[in-house]
């Protein structure tokens, strides 16, 4: 048993990134659809210039976290598993990369990552970091799921009819 366990070990780190991810899209966005309005605000407040209008960031703040909250369940399910995974990775890139830029231009800012609270941390060196290694692991995530292929592997399977 043990044998097959270290065979499969990549299908269980995938199986791993995709839980972490999952769990990690879920938490994100449960405080964001309660508080739609508030997530915006904390969007603007990113002031990315040309880009994010504030219309634009009240449709974010709307429609985001119901994206984080499908991607989530798709990844833990199986469900559309490659188009998931790559999905995964450009929320990540783009959130590392807001919070660079943020921190870079000096803003003072909460992240909005998890709570969308105006009395949360500032963002820093340390978010920095923590969105970069969950880039680098999306990243892991999306070149093991299909250079292995393994989009097949422990999802949710649906019975095949009869005739």
Same mark, same amino acid.
């Given at each position: 048993m043990l044998q097959n366990i270290v065979k499969?070990?990549?299908?269980?780190?995938?199986?791993?990134?995709? +839980?972490?991810?999952? +769990?990690?899209?879920?938490?994100?966005?449960?405080?964001?659809?309660?508080?739609?309005?508030?997530?915006?605000?904390?969007?603007?407040?990113?002031? !990315?210039?040309?880009?994010?209008?504030?219309?634009?960031?009240?449709?974010?703040? +709307?429609?985001?976290?119901?994206?984080?909250?499908?991607?989530? !369940?798709?990844?833990?399910?199986g469900i559309w598993l490659d188009a998931a995974v790559i999905i995964n990775l450009v929320l990540m890139v783009i959130f590392t990369t807001l919070v660079t830029q943020a921190y870079a231009r000096g803003l003072d800012i909460s992240c909005g990552c998890f709570a969308v609270e105006t009395d949360a941390p500032s963002i820093g060196i340390g978010k920095i970091i923590e969105n970069i290694a969950f880039s680098c692991l999306s990243a892991l995530l999306v070149w093991m799921t299909f250079k292995y292929n393994l989009a097949d592997t422990f999802r949710l399977r649906f019975p095949k009819k009869v005739k």
């Open positions: 499969d070990w990549k299908k269980w780190l995938v199986l791993g990134l995709r +839980i972490l991810f999952c +769990i990690l899209l879920i938490t994100a966005s449960t405080d964001k659809v309660i508080k739609p309005i508030d997530f915006a605000q904390m969007i603007t407040n990113y002031r !990315v210039p040309f880009f994010l209008t504030p219309e634009i960031c009240r449709w974010i703040g +709307i429609w985001l976290p119901y994206v984080e909250i499908v991607v989530g !369940v798709f990844l833990i399910l």
